[in-house]
């Protein structure tokens, strides 16, 4: 019966650790550079003005640690901020979207990689479900998009 006990709190244990967003994810990264960004932005329909507009503009993400089990995620760019504070891993929350409707927001971490969902609350919204993958390589943040076959990454370098 003690057997049991401590494989369960070690398994306890061991799910609690996972929830929390590793630490080298914390920090202000610039966006330096993309690949196939206005081939994916093409795929998902955006027209050309759109997408010139969108690839000019400056990005800075900001992820900060709030408590024992929580962080910030602030998205800064030349269009809008978006901030959304004490997020916890695998908790949905209604944020807003950079169309500026409101979003289901949800950001997990599996595998050594973190995710961010986004699934708009109205069916009418204009940027529609979407999941980004973060991970990182060496002092750059990674993110990569997906739609169709179009696979397309962003580069954050750590300030």
């Known amino acids: ?15 609690t650790v996972a929830e929390n967003l590793p630490d080298k994810f914390f920090g202000s990264f610039k966006l330096d550079r993309s690949e196939k960004f206005d081939e994916y932005l093409e795929e998902k329909g955006y027209g050309f003005i759109t997408r010139k507009l969108v690839a000019l503009a400056g990005v800075t993400k900001v992820i900060t640690k709030a408590g024992p089990d929580t962080f910030n995620f602030d998205n800064l760019t030349t269009k809008k901020d978006l901030k959304y504070k004490n997020i916890k891993l695998g908790e949905e929350f209604i944020g807003e979207g950079l169309d500026g409707s409101d979003h289901k927001i949800t950001f997990t971490f599996k595998n050594g990689v973190f995710y961010e969902k986004h699934v708009p609350t109205d069916n009418d919204a204009e940027q529609k479900e979407d999941e980004y993958r973060f991970h990182m390589e060496e002092d750059e943040l990674v993110q990569t998009l997906e739609y ?3 696979v397309a990454k962003r580069f954050f370098k750590r300030q």
């Open 1 to 15: 019966m003690n057997l049991i006990s401590v494989v369960c709190l070690l398994l306890v244990a061991s799910f």
């Open 148 to 150: 169709n076959t179009i």
